[in-house]
């Protein structure tokens, strides 16, 4: 992607092998109908993203250790694609970047589906997260916003909240939807190490494991 001008739109069709970095700012990465990454599994990443304002759409991957990485200040939209088959993490953004996921489908990653970790932040709406062997979700000493996912079928946790983490879960202004969850093996979500964690009053009934060092704090419902 050197060659490639910043505000650029790209294209891909048909079937890509190689891992694809990311460092310029405001690309678009668009996959045609048919087109997917498939990356060897000791390949590090599929696609590693340090560039600002990228714009991933489209996109159906499978493999890499890490199926998408946003690292170094990065920030990106990952929307409407399918991370599938990861050596460890589906999608992981880490060192104060920022990720807004949406409408993707992050399965069978061998560790967890999507992390964010080291002073990141991430908005993660209306996903499937599901078929992870360890944790759907993971947010350590990193702030999201979640709501509106399916989290399933979770090795361990459907989310776990470590390290001083915030988080809020359920509602949102952007689609008012609450997250569901079913069959992760030891529950919800998992709270620990002084983490901040704001839960919306439908999302209350569901299985937490909230321990003596996080902070729970319910939302105020505003209907």
Do not use: W
């Not at 990653?109 to 499937?128: F, Q, T």
Request: charged share 25%.
């Amino acid at each position: 992607m050197d060659t490639v001008e910043e505000d650029s739109h790209v294209v891909f069709h048909g079937r890509c092998h190689d891992p694809i970095r990311i460092t310029k700012d405001k690309l678009s990465i668009i996959g045609q109908p048919g087109s997917k990454f498939i990356i060897s599994s000791t390949a590090s990443f599929g696609i590693a993203i340090s560039g600002r304002q990228v714009d991933i759409k489209n996109i159906d991957l499978s493999g890499g250790k890490t199926g998408i990485v946003i690292y170094r200040g990065g920030s990106a939209e990952v929307s409407n694609s399918r991370i599938t088959n990861a050596g460890s993490i589906g999608i992981e953004v880490t060192g104060s970047s920022y990720a807004h996921i949406e409408q993707t489908e992050i399965i069978n990653s061998r560790r967890n589906g999507v992390v964010i970790r080291l002073s990141s932040s991430a908005d993660i709406h209306d996903n499937k997260i599901r078929n992870n062997n360890k944790f759907g979700i993971v947010i350590d000493a990193s702030a999201a916003d979640i709501d509106g996912n399916l989290i399933s079928r979770s090795g361990r946790y459907g989310i776990l909240l470590r390290g001083g983490a915030k988080v809020r879960l359920g509602k949102d202004n952007a689609s008012g939807k609450g997250n569901l969850f079913y069959n992760n093996s030891n529950g919800a979500i998992r709270c620990e190490s002084n983490s901040v964690i704001e839960i919306a009053p439908e999302e209350i009934e569901f299985d937490y494991d909230l321990s003596d060092r996080c902070v729970l704090a319910n939302l105020p419902d505003t209907e």
